[in-house]
């Protein structure tokens, strides 16, 4: 039965960002699918999204962590050897973001972007390929990359985030092609505008007013946990053709 073919029960995965948002959506879908799930980010409250994972019967390790940080991630996942010995799926999610015209944009907040979402996304991935590598463990990594990694957005300034983006596509791509030969798949995400930057519902009166709903065909801004599905799928056997691959969940955004 295909859900029996999607399971990732006795799978082992690392997810950073997973305190908030997509990765906590989608930590928690992992969790669901069967998975044993490490949830990693920089803030503590990334414990709660362990706590939900036990609650409803998974097995969880949380630890803070920051993804420029090569050490800290190597420990990160040294641990998830320890404790469940292997790993098999790694969300490579956390990311930042910036609103800053070109022009005026300190070169410090350039980098900074690209440390985090490119050079981030590279630490986490390549310390997750090694243990794949020397295990023999033909596993799955997923990178969030976004929309703006194929269009510029307007109007905010997001020349340095853009740029990151579509370098973790490229990075995505990059990794399928070296790693086939282990067996290990690397696909990445492009999500359009989902409503991860505040927890309160919009008010009735407020949906569909924004340029960025008014623009997206489907008239809305996308929810974390409609990336669970392709984040599942992606993770576990039923997509086991593909890698080097980019999808886009944006409502139609990129479409025209
Ligand atoms: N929300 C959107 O519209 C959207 C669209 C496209 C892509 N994305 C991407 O999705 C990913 C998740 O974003 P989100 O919308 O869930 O945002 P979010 O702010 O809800 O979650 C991001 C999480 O990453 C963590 N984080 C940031 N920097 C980190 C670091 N250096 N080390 C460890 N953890 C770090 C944060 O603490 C936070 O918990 C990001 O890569 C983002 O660029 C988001």
């Known amino acids: 039965m295909i859900f029996d073919k999607m399971s990732l029960k006795s799978r082992t995965a690392?997810?950073?960002?997973?305190?908030?948002?997509?990765?906590?959506?989608?930590?928690?879908?992992?969790?669901?699918?069967?998975?044993?799930?490490?949830?990693?980010?920089?803030?503590?409250?990334?414990?709660?999204?362990?706590?939900?994972?036990?609650?409803?019967?998974?097995?969880?390790?949380?630890?803070?962590?920051?993804?420029?940080?090569?050490?800290?991630i190597r420990e990160c996942m040294d641990r998830v050897v320890r404790e469940w010995g292997k790993l098999d799926i790694c969300f490579c999610n956390a990311g930042t973001f910036q609103d800053v015209p070109a022009e005026?944009?300190?070169?410090?907040?350039?980098?900074?972007?690209?440390?985090?979402?490119?050079?981030?996304?590279?630490?986490?991935?390549?310390?997750?390929?090694?243990?794949?590598?020397?295990?023999?463990?033909?596993?799955?990594?997923?990178?969030?990359?976004?929309?703006?990694?194929?269009?510029?957005?307007?109007?905010?300034?997001?020349?340095?985030?853009?740029?990151?983006?579509?370098?973790?596509?490229?990075?995505?791509?990059?990794?399928?092609?070296?790693?086939?030969?282990?067996g290990i798949r690397i696909n990445t995400i492009s999500p359009g505008y989902i409503r991860t930057w505040s927890d309160e519902p919009l008010k009735p009166e407020e949906v569909g007013t924004s340029n960025f709903e008014q623009w997206t065909p489907l008239r809305r801004f996308g929810q974390a946990e409609e990336l669970q599905g392709l984040v599942v799928y992606l993770a576990g056997d039923t997509s086991g053709f593909v890698t080097g691959s980019d999808y886009v969940i944006d409502g139609g955004y990129t479409a025209f």
Request: with cysteine.
């Open 104 to 182: 005026e944009m300190p070169l410090e907040e350039f980098e900074r972007v690209i440390r985090v979402n490119l050079t981030g996304a590279f630490i986490t991935a390549r310390a997750a390929g090694k243990i794949m590598i020397e295990k023999g463990i033909p596993g799955s990594i997923v990178l969030t990359a976004s929309m703006s990694g194929h269009i510029a957005n307007i109007p905010q300034c997001q020349c340095a985030y853009n740029a990151s983006k579509a370098g973790v596509i490229m990075l995505g791509k990059s990794l399928a092609v070296e790693w086939a030969r282990y």
């Open 14 to 72: 690392f997810v950073t960002g997973a305190a908030h948002g997509i990765g906590k959506a989608c930590a928690i879908a992992l969790a669901e699918a069967g998975a044993d799930v490490a949830v990693a980010d920089l803030k503590d409250t990334v414990s709660a999204t362990a706590e939900q994972i036990r609650e409803i019967g998974g097995r969880a390790i949380s630890m803070t962590a920051d993804i420029t940080d090569e050490k800290q």
